[in-house]
């Protein structure tokens, strides 16, 4: 036992099943060199927690590129490099058309809130309680939106389900806002969206048949960062509900409600702002 723990090498493998937490595997050699700043060649071990801090902390004082990080979760191996890339220069087309006033390109997508808060950085004093209560059972509240590219507004549907029907009811809620009217000059309107089963299920697809004035932009399977209404969700939630706790969905939802609209007004002074010094 004493001569397995001096040298190491079965402790941190029993520990890890041979692999460390700050390193992010390959199916070749388990260890990419590229993270693992302690690689060496023909290493049959662990390596040591301590001389990966020691090398890495030299490489932040030679300052040539080097962090001590940890590794993120990704979906590039599920997608299809070449439908991504496509999809990708498509939409950067279309949001040119957008800006240019050409088209209307709206990014639709669900997310949900929770009664319990929603935790972001915050800046706080050095040894300050940063501990938010939760009480009970969260609950949920799904948000059902459409993101216009152009005006950057934020359309939201609220509902205690994420269902079909509550895709429906998002769209009848475009119908006034992008669908023909007398007097209103036609503009093709685009819908990007996912291959969600909400989207894709024949209720769904009766629903989109029945708008022809509507035209859909599919985007392909695992690829949520080319939808840019993710970045509107993690923006009302980091900056408008983060550290609140929520007694009730229903004050949960009128605090959404007040949230989307604090977030499309200060979208639109920002881009008033932008226009003036434009001017």
Known sequence: FASERADGSRGGEERSGGERGGVAPDAASC???ELDVAAAAGRD???SRSLDLEIAAQRG???NGW???R???????RQDPAAVDRAGLRLKLLKQQAEAGDIVLL??????????PYLAHAWARRGADLRVPAPGQARKLALIGALDHARRELIVHRSPTKRSTDFIALLERLDPLYGPRPGRPAKPVVMVLDN??????????????QRPWLTIEWLPKYAPELNDIERSWRDLKRHFL??????SIEQLDSAVATAVDNLNLERNCHSCHKQRIAA
């Open 196 to 209: 969600g089963p909400i989207h894709t299920s024949k209720l769904s697809r009766a629903a989109l048949a």
């Open 61 to 63: 004082a030679k300052k």
């Open 31 to 33: 260890r990419p060199a």
């Open 107 to 116: 990014s639709q997508d669900e997310s949900e809130a929770l009664t319990h």
């Open 242 to 247: 983060a550290h609140r706790t929520f007694r």
């Open 45 to 47: 071990r662990a390596p």
């Open 67 to 69: 962090r001590w990080r």
């Open 71 to 77: 590794p993120r979760h990704c979906l590039a191996g």
